[in-house]
């Protein structure tokens, strides 16, 4: 079992930037690919970005290129989202999950509000 924690979120104005971090608890975290994904309201949740088990293969949705970075700390159970350039349509609850199973990822934290004001 692996207890996910996301912190970092808040409310920033358009063109900021905000770090979230997912701390990791339990069995190995360099044992799983990690992601990040994100929930508007009135939205389905959408994958953000996902970052493989080394860190070496990483891949972002269209939207989110060129602005935000994922990345990882194996030694820290750690898991990164970098957002710069934010935008007003970045504004969501932000989750990350590891462990893919080949359909979904097993586990989810409870995710962390980011509020993008224009």
């Known amino acids: 079992q692996v207890q996910l924690v996301e912190s970092g979120g808040g409310l920033v104005q358009a063109g900021g930037s905000l770090r979230l971090s997912c701390a990791a608890s339990?069995?190995?975290?360099?044992?799983?690919?990690t992601a990040w994904f994100r929930q508007a309201p009135g939205k389905e949740r959408e994958l953000v970005a996902r970052?493989?088990?080394?860190?070496?293969?990483?891949h972002y949705v269209d939207s989110v290129k060129g602005r935000f970075t994922i990345s990882r700390d194996n030694a820290k159970n750690t898991a990164y989202l970098q957002m710069n350039s934010l935008k007003p349509e970045d504004t969501a609850v932000y989750y990350c999950?590891?462990?893919?199973?080949?359909?979904?990822?097993?586990?989810w934290g409870q995710g962390t509000q980011v509020t993008v004001s224009s």
């Open positions: 999950a590891a462990n893919y199973d080949g359909a979904n990822y097993v586990y």
């Open positions: 970052i493989s088990r080394s860190g070496a293969i990483t």
């Open positions: 339990g069995r190995t975290f360099s044992a799983y690919a």
